[in-house]
């Protein structure tokens, strides 16, 4: 017995959303942490951004970040095209792929700007 294709995309959906959702909260505890961390030593948004200017490792921490949200955002927004909208499955993962473009093209470019400071 072989299972539809249907009910592979759907588990492998599942599967992408619980790892991204995973990576998501690990990156948004240490990126909050880091913030009020940074904030209660006393530093400026200026001087926050001048520290991060080139660092590989700000560059990587948030690339991941990007990723991240680009791989779990589209699948919730898909279901919700699904349920919510009643938009056929075509419909929803068009939809869901354009809104993982736009997310990862943006996202990207903010962490290139701020390693590179806009240079």
């Avoid at 492998?12 to 959702?21: K, L």
């Avoid at 909050?32 to 948004?45: K, P, Q, S, Y």
């Avoid at 938009?87 to 473009?101: D, P």
């Amino acid at each position: 017995m072989s299972l539809a294709p249907n009910v592979l995309a759907q588990a492998r959906r599942w599967y992408w959303q619980r790892i991204s959702a995973m990576v998501l909260a690990i990156c948004v505890l240490v990126h909050l942490i880091t913030m009020i961390l940074a904030v209660r030593g006393g530093l400026t948004a200026a001087e926050i951004l001048g520290r991060t200017q080139g660092s590989l490792a700000f560059a990587g921490f948030y690339t991941v970040f990007v990723v991240a949200c680009a791989v779990h955002v589209p699948i919730g927004l898909a279901t919700i095209a699904r349920e919510w909208w009643q938009l056929g499955e075509r419909a929803a993962q068009m939809l869901s792929r354009a809104a993982a473009a736009v997310l990862l093209v943006l996202g990207l470019r903010a962490v290139w700007a701020v390693y590179t400071a806009g240079a």
